[in-house]
């Protein structure tokens, strides 16, 4: 069993960024790879980000691409989405999802078996 808990939520205005992280326990971190969705309200989940149980390999929503980077730190147990350059459109509820296989990076979100409370992003135009 993983237990995911995001923080970093908030209120910013547009051009502006933000810190999400999501701190995980119950196993080896390095184990399961991870990754951000996000949920708008009327819409569907969306893929954001993902990073490989090792760091080595990360991958992008074509919506964030060049603004949005994720990073891992095992020995922290924590995964951060840093957004840069927000937008209004990147208002959503931003999840942490845990795949048990440490080499995905898939965009499916029925792939990853854990997941977190999410956390409200708003940004202001």
């Known amino acids: 069993q993983v237990q995911l808990v995001e923080s970093g939520g908030g209120l910013v205005q547009a051009g502006g960024s933000a810190r999400l992280s999501c701190a995980a326990s119950?196993?080896?971190?390095?184990?399961?790879?991870m990754a951000w969705f996000r949920q708008a309200p009327g819409k569907e989940r969306e893929f954001v980000a993902t990073?490989?149980?090792?760091?080595?390999?990360?991958r992008f929503a074509d919506s964030v691409k060049g603004r949005f980077t994720i990073s891992r730190d095992n020995a922290k147990n924590t995964v951060i989405l840093q957004m840069n350059s927000l937008k209004p459109e990147d208002t959503a509820v931003y999840y942490c999802a845990a795949d048990t296989y440490k080499y995905s990076i898939s965009k499916g979100a029925t792939d990853y078996e854990y997941w977190g409370q999410g956390t409200q992003v708003t940004v202001s135009s």
């Open positions: 119950g196993r080896t971190f390095s184990d399961y790879a």
């Open positions: 990073i490989s149980g090792t760091g080595r390999t990360t």
